[in-house]
Structures are given as structure tokens and as C-alpha cells.
């Protein structure tokens, strides 16, 4: 939000350096993020100065340019080449001399120097309106008065207005300082606290008179819920014009573009007092009523941007007796707005439910000023002196008049918040003791009003605007930011107690699970939770299952996740269409579930690989990220949780076209495989996808039951012995996993399958698996004689469960 320094002083005068000013702002809460300086004509016009144009003639080598010389108060004249049509002997004209630099109208700037325009020397530049920042014509240079001296500077001539302006970000919850008058409310409170008495000047309405009647325009409201007050008035005999140059340099210091002297005047009155208004043009009011009322769903209206929007059931419009005009509190109409024909108007102020405007602007995808000041909670009770207040500055600028009664539909007062405010808590809160007097000081330099005093503490009535201030706590905040947390004394000693923690907290195992995929050059994500409903399908799901936003930001993000999967493939899609094929992801997150009659969340640990598994090089080929690495990526995860004895079984879910699940007990521990075609074409991808979904919650409970066993290492060698095995085509080899460690319960340490062959110098339907077994005894070393016993007892195992052959 801009706020100049020039406007804040009309309603608080002070004489501060802006920076002083700044750092005060700070202090309250209204953070000053930056202060910028304005200048009504950019540059100054420094380094422009009223030359007297001595000669005129055609220049020797262009048809339209002129040759001249000018006076500009220096011994010798300015020989100048000029290509404006209407220059002439005579002329009092503005002078850019050499060094200046000119800013345009449009952005561009311009350094004036010494140099040939076809072979004519030209020392300067005579200027015309929209060239010095003064005005839009450029039809020639511009004539000024003939009795002015040469060399006299134009920033003497035309007054040049310097601001600064404070660059404040506003939190959502101070809509009471959204508007120049707040701030300077704020500032009041604060300049007290410092000892210095400031009067808060307001605009005087006194003089507002209704000059006739001619122009009554009835008024209604169907649902006051939606508008609780709605206030209009008629002027009428107006002459629509450009704004004087005092408001243009108003609205233009913060960052406003002047339209015309009624527009103008409620984009002033807006950032002034912080009250949107809207004035429509009174000769297209059909009937001559208004009606604030919702229309029927699907009709078409024509904003003032020229776009049309189809009207839901609930937006809140302001009509006539025929059609919508404008979307209440959001957006006017394209028929209805002030034009330069426009004569008369009716002027509107009101106050509207903040939620249903936020939800209608959502809903367009509109966001204005008047809006944003809605959205917030404006002030209800400065509704009419609002209106006033603009309609005496329109009738001043327009040479208007009023025409009606002031039109006040408030039917249901709203009340001040009441609030106790106890001693003891302010103490508390605060941590030091601030004297009473001090306190009901503050409250009162804020607007609150202290209803009774007793000696446990206060009653107090709060405004209505500060829609933030409705508890106790609420008031201590107010009291201190003015006070001024500078001010609160620290205690030296920092008390802490050391909280003991499970080293099987949440976020610790992520660390660590996420350090191990880091190591191996995965990249961590963290994507939105709201997604686009579409993806639920593609996975057999129902609208029952989803868990919908009720006011979304938009259809695409209409709906929180169900599955961690479109997340990691829309990162996916976002890499691959920018050149980088070889992706390895993982995200920690959380899905959305319906349960019940209300919902619930799910931890979830997703991996995604695409591509090779490692950057090519001399020294090592490109592999590309097969199942068989991202399982082995999978079985390190729940190696280093601690995670054994899990089995596996085929998954045959809508997400693979082939992958497996681990389980333990009645528990699904994670699900892996390649990602179907149907999915990856939803998303346009076209490389092989491979993806793990863990159930993280499932495993950190896992963990948490885990016993740490000590084993010191064996003093004692291990013996590795291998079998070549001709085996079935469909024997897994987790089934020799199985008979063997049965078989070996005590001295089998570890099986391991290191080669595979299945070429056509094997019988049909055959395979041929190289396995590794390791032997070790901690308490003596093995003798030849026992490793045979064991291998040939294993031998025989394999050859009567399985059908196996040594090779």
C-alpha cells in the first residue's frame, strides 16, 4: 500500500524528516518496506529554461525541419534545429539546454546534446508539452507567455510538487489503516506516546446542502445480510474534465492514473478515508431505481474492462429496474460508467458483506482497490461522510449540484465489540508492569473508548472498524505495539529447559531418510497440496473420495491430493519439457481423505526416477533407472528404518502397468512400479516413469517398536561358498532365499544372487542362477568338513523342493 507523505500531513501536521516518520510507521506494525521520491513533472524540469526565439528558417537540407536561434538570457544565442510545424521568429518557447535530461510521457528519457541534425549544428532542443512531462500534445512546441526573460528556469514558472512515499506492507488484519486517514490515525497515537500532541484534521461536510430535488432515484435492498448499509445521493449539472493538477498529483504519487474529475474524486476519496465509491451515470439508470439484489445464475455482464462474465447465483449486484449495472463492491459496468457526456450521477456508498465479496472476486478473478478494502471490512459508520465528503469535492470540480436527499438504508445499527480488560493480564502478557495512566493513554489515542475503570481492570468499547481488536489479547497487542516493544525491558538470564525427544520423531527419520537419498543424487520437492480433480479418475476414484475446496482459487486447484503421484509427475513434466530426461525425485507430504463426517490426513514418502540413474562419463556408461534400482533404492529405505520380514506380492493398481507392494503383517509398507501409459499421456510424458509410494506413517510406527540389539563383531572368519543352479523359469529367488536360511537357521548369514543366465544353450523353460552363501560361526572358526555338511544339505533341499541341478 502507497501512502504520501504530503496527503498524511494534511490530516496530521508534522514536520519530521521522512525517514523519522518511516521509522515510527514501523514501530506501530504499519512495516515501511521502502520510501520513494515523487516529482509531479519527472526530473524537475531542471536544466529547461524560457528561450526567445530570435530567428526562423527553413533549413537548408529538410523540407520540414527549421533552423533557429535562440535567446536564452547567455552572451550568445543557441543556434537550435526544430522540426515542429509551429515554430516562429518571435516565440517565447522552453529550452532544453545541453546536458538536460528529458523524461516522456511514455517512460522514455531523453539526454539532450550537442551535435549535427543534417549537417546544421544543434545546441539544445525547444520542447513541447508531452516532451517535458507537462501534458499529452505534441502537435507542436509549446508557446509560452511573451512578457517572460530569457533564461529565466521553468521550474520557477510552473510549480513542480516533490512527495516521498511510503511503501507499507499491510497485514490483512489492519483494514482500519487502509486508507491515509488510518494511517494517520496510527501515527497520532504514536506521536502521543512520544509526548508530542497532534489534532487528527478530518475533512469538514458542514456545507453539504441539497440544492433542489429534481433528481430522485429510489433505492432498495432485498438481502441486508449482503449490504448491511447502503447510502446514494444525485448531483446533477455537471461538466465532466479532466481533474485539476493538485488531485491528478494525489492519485499520480500513488501510482494512480487521473481519468476525470468524477472518477478521480472517488479514487481519492478511497485511499483518503479508506470507503469505495462508485458513481453511475444517472441518465442510465433505468426507472430510476436501484435495486441491490442477486440475479439469476448465468447472466451475462459487461465489465468496464470490456470482458464478459456469467453471474453466479450469489454475487451481490446493484441493478436498475431492467439490468445489472455493476458487481456490487467489485467491478462497475461498462454501460452505466462516467463518460465525458455524462451530466449527472448517482454516487454509492456502502458497506458489504466481506465474504461474499471475496468470494465474487474470487469467482471473476477480479482483485480492485474497492475490493480489496471490502474483502478487509471497511468502517460502516463512516459510510454517509464519506459520501459527503465526495459529493462536495465533485460539486466543486464539476461545478454540480445536489439533487436529492441523502438516500440511508441501515436498518440494523452494528454494535461496538465490548471487551474486559483485566491489569493482571497485561502484566502477564507483557511481562512488565506499564502504569494505568499510560495504558488508558494509548487506549484512547486509539479510538477505544474506556467505558468503566475498577481496580482489576478496564471495560472497554471497541470501534466497529477494527474488526481485528475483539479479545482481551487483541487489546494488550494494540496497547504495546504503541507503547513500543523497544520499550519492554529484557532479563538479562535466558531460562531454558533441554526437552528430551524421540530420535524416532518424524522429522528426524525424514532426515535421515532423506540424507540417504540425497547421497545417492536424488533432489528433493515440495509441491501444493491442491491439485487438479481431473488426476482422481485416472485412478478410479469418485468425487466421494475427494476432498473439494469450497471457494478454490481455480478449477485446476479445486481439490486437495488424494495421492502424492500427479505432484511428483507434474515436476516430472515440468523437467522433461525443458530438457532434463534424467530426473530422480522424492517428497515427504501429506494426502487428503474423506472420513466420516469429516477428514483426515496421511503422511506419505513418494520417489520418482526417470532416465539414466547417473551422468555419463569416460569411466562409467549410462544405465537407465530400471525396477530393479528403484526396489534396491526402495529395500535401503527400509534397511536403514530397520524394517525386515516384509513380504512381497504383485500390485495391481491403475497407477502401474506392473508393480509390487511390500507388506508387513495386515500393513501395506510401500508400492512401486512403472507408471501405466494411460497416466503418463494425461501428462504428455513419453519416457519410461518409474515410481514408489510409502506409507510413512506405517513405517514410522514400525520404527518406533523397533528393539536396538547389540552385536559385537565376530573375532572368527566368514567362508563364502556358490552354487551354479539350473532351476525353473518360474522359481523366484526368494523361494532359495526361504529353503535355505530354513534349512541353515544358525550359520547362514547371507545369500546373494549375483548372476542370471537365461540363453538358448539352456533346455526350454530353464534358467541359471549363480548364488553366494555366506557361513560364519562367532564362536569358532569353520572346518572344511562342516561348511560341506551344510552346502549338501542345502543341495539337497534345493534339489527335492524346487527341482533344482548343479551345473
Request: net charge negative; charged share 25%; aromatic share 8%.
Amino acid at each position: 500500500m502507497q501512502i504520501s507523505y504530503n496527503w498524511l500531513k494534511q490530516f496530521i501536521p508534522i514536520d519530521w524528516e521522512p525517514t523519522r516518520v518511516a521509522e515510527l510507521l514501523t514501530d506501530l506494525g504499519l512495516e515501511v518496506e521502502g520510501i520513494s521520491e515523487f516529482e509531479s513533472v519527472r526530473g524537475g524540469l531542471l536544466g529547461v529554461v524560457v528561450g526567445h526565439v530570435l530567428t526562423c528558417e527553413k533549413h537548408p537540407n529538410a523540407d520540414k525541419l527549421k533552423l533557429t536561434t535562440v535567446d536564452i538570457g547567455n552572451e550568445e544565442p543557441l543556434q537550435i534545429v526544430c522540426g515542429a510545424p509551429n515554430v516562429a521568429k518571435g516565440q517565447k518557447v522552453p529550452v532544453a539546454t545541453v546536458g538536460t535530461t528529458l523524461y516522456m510521457n511514455d517512460g522514455e528519457s531523453l539526454k539532450i546534446k550537442k551535435g549535427k541534425i543534417r549537417g546544421e549544428v544543434s545546441e539544445g532542443m525547444i520542447c513541447a508539452e508531452d516532451e517535458l512531462g507537462l501534458g499529452d500534445d505534441h502537435q507542436g512546441i509549446m508557446v509560452l507567455e511573451s512578457t517572460l526573460e530569457p533564461g529565466t528556469p521553468l521550474s520557477e514558472l510552473i510549480e513542480v510538487e516533490s512527495d516521498h512515499v511510503f511503501e507499507i506492507g499491510l497485514t490483512p488484519n489492519r483494514a482500519d489503516a487502509m486508507s491515509h486517514y488510518g494511517v494517520a490515525r496510527d501515527l497520532k497515537a504514536g506521536l502521543r506516546q512520544k509526548g508530542i500532541q497532534k489534532e487528527l484534521l478530518t475533512p469538514s461536510v458542514s456545507n453539504f446542502i441539497v440544492a433542489n430535488r429534481s433528481r430522485k432515484i429510489s433505492v432498495s435492498v432485498e438481502d441486508h445480510n449482503l449490504a448491511p448499509r447502503y447510502c446514494g445521493v444525485t448531483i446533477s449539472n455537471m461538466i465532466v474534465q479532466p481533474s485539476p493538477n493538485w488531485l491528478k498529483n494525489r492519485l499520480k504519487a500513488i501510482g494512480l492514473k487521473p481519468i476525470n474529475n468524477v472518477v478521480d474524486t472517488t479514487n481519492y476519496v478511497l485511499h483518503e478515508l479508506g470507503q469505495p465509491l462508485h458513481a453511475f451515470d444517472a441518465d442510465r439508470i433505468f426507472g430510476k431505481e436501484i435495486i441491490v439484489k442477486t440475479v439469476e445464475a448465468g447472466t451475462p455482464f459487461m465489465t468496464l474492462d470490456g470482458e464478459q462474465r456469467i453471474l453466479h447465483r450469489d454475487d451481490l449486484m446493484i441493478c436498475d429496474a431492467e439490468k445489472p449495472m455493476c458487481i456490487a463492491g467489485v467491478f462497475g459496468g461498462i454501460n452505466t460508467g462516467v463518460t465525458e457526456n455524462t451530466k449527472a450521477i448517482f454516487l454509492e456508498s456502502a458497506f458489504f458483506d466481506p465474504v461474499s465479496i471475496r468470494k465474487t472476486a474470487k469467482r471473476h478473478g477480479l482483485s480492485t482497490d474497492a475490493s480489496f478494502r471490502f474483502e478487509r471490512g471497511i468502517d460502516i459508520n463512516n459510510v454517509e461522510y464519506a459520501l459527503q465528503r465526495a459529493a462536495l469535492l465533485i460539486c466543486e470540480l464539476t461545478g454540480g449540484e445536489i439533487s436529492c436527499d441523502v438516500v440511508d438504508l441501515y436498518p440494523k445499527k452494528k454494535e461496538d465489540h465490548q471487551v474486559f480488560l483485566t491489569f493482571e493480564k497485561i502484566n502477564k502478557l507483557i511481562g512488565q508492569e506499564i502504569p494505568r495512566d499510560v495504558i488508558k493513554s494509548i487506549l484512547t489515542s486509539l479510538e477505544i473508548k474506556v467505558k468503566n475503570v475498577t481496580e482489576t481492570g478496564l471495560g472497554l468499547s471497541i470501534p466497529f472498524y477494527r474488526i481485528d481488536v475483539t479479545r482481551e489479547v487483541d487489546v494488550i497487542e494494540e496497547i504495546l505495539r504503541v507503547y513500543g516493544y523497544n520499550n519492554i525491558d529484557f532479563d538479562p538470564k535466558l531460562h531454558a529447559s533441554i526437552a528430551t525427544t524421540s530420535r524416532f520423531e518424524d522429522h528426524m527419520l525424514q532426515n535421515q531418510v532423506g540424507n540417504l537419498l540425497a547421497a545417492q543424487g536424488f533432489h528433493e520437492i515440495l509441491s501444493n497440496s491442491l491439485t487438479n480433480p481431473d488426476y482422481a479418475k485416472l485412478l478410479q476414484g469418485s468425487e466421494q473420495d475427494e476432498v473439494r475446496v469450497i471457494n478454490p482459487l481455480s478449477s485446476e486447484l479445486s481439490a486437495m491430493r488424494s495421492s502424492m503421484l500427479f505432484s511428483s509427475l507434474e515436476a516430472a513434466a515440468y523437467n522433461i519439457n525443458r530438457k532434463r530426461q534424467d530426473l530422480k525425485i522424492f517428497e515427504f507430504g501429506k494426502t487428503y481423505h474423506p472420513s466420516g463426517d469429516g477428514y483426515k490426513e496421511k503422511g506419505r514418502l513418494s520417489i520418482l526416477v526417470t532416465g539414466d540413474r547417473s551422468r555419463e562419463s569416460w569411466t562409467l556408461p549410462s544405465r537407465p533407472s530400471d525396477f530393479f534400482y528403484l526396489r534396491a533404492v526402495v529395500e535401503q529405505i527400509l534397511l536403514k528404518m530397520g524394517i525386515e520380514d516384509y513380504q512381497t506380492h504383485h500390485n495391481t493398481g491403475p497407477e502401474f502397468s506392473e508393480g509390487i507392494t511390500f507388506s508387513k503383517g495386515n500393513s501395506d509398507l510401500v508400492s512401486l512400479g512403472v507408471i501405466s501409459n494411460a497416466v503418463q499421456k494425461r501428462l504428455d510424458i513419453k519416457q519410461q516413469l518409474l515410481y514408489a509410494d510409502f506409507d510413512w506413517e506405517v513405517l514410522c510406527a514400525l520404527v518406533a517398536r523397533n528393539e536396538i540389539v547389540y552385536k559385537p563383531i565376530p573375532k572368527f572368519p566368514s567362508v563364502r561358498r556358490d552354487f551354479a543352479l539350473l532351476l525353473d523359469q518360474d522359481v523366484p529367488f526368494s523361494k532359495l532365499e526361504e529353503l535355505a536360511y530354513r534349512t541353515e537357521k544358525k550359520l547362514l548369514k547371507q545369500l546373494s544372487l549375483f548372476d542370471v543366465y537365461t540363453g538358448s544353450k539352456l533346455p526350454k523353460g530353464k534358467k541359471s542362477y549363480a548364488v553366494s552363501f555366506t557361513l560364519q560361526d562367532d564362536t569358532k572358526t569353520l572346518t572344511d568338513k562342516q561348511i560341506d555338511k551344510i552346502m549338501n544339505k542345502i543341495k539337497s533341499v534345493f534339489e527335492k523342493e524346487v527341482g533344482a541341478e548343479l551345473r
